[in-house]
């Protein structure tokens, strides 16, 4: 079982930059001096917007790791309980990700830039 897992991570962990060079890098610059209020606005959504695909990427993994868990978990409750609360944590997560996807627009309808 060590040896399968060992080959699975080695073979994960070579082919994982293969997939990271495949995606484009977003076209978003982040403009050098800020000189209204709509460039703050501007900056603010740019970092929400990479934030919000990293924490998309990290709940992804963590549900992943969930699934694997409680597939090797053997029924043991011990097991399917911690694989229960990686995936309870992932999904708030992702809750919290988008929540705050939705503070930046909720701050440009109050500020009346939507």
Avoid: C, E, H
């Amino acid at each position: 079982m060590k040896k399968i897992l060992s080959t699975l991570f080695l073979t994960t962990l070579l082919t994982l930059p293969t997939v990271g060079l495949a995606i484009t890098a977003p076209t978003t610059t982040i403009p050098s001096p800020v000189t209204a209020a709509g460039d703050i606005i501007t900056l603010i959504d740019n970092v929400a917007n990479w934030l919000f695909a990293i924490l998309l990427s990290v709940a992804l993994l963590f549900i992943l790791i969930a699934a694997f868990q409680f597939l090797t978990s053997g029924g043991d409750p011990a097991r399917v309980s911690s694989a229960r609360g990686s995936l309870m944590y992932a999904l708030i997560g992702l809750g919290v990700a988008f929540l705050a996807r939705g503070l930046v627009f909720l701050v440009k309808f109050v500020l009346g830039m939507a």
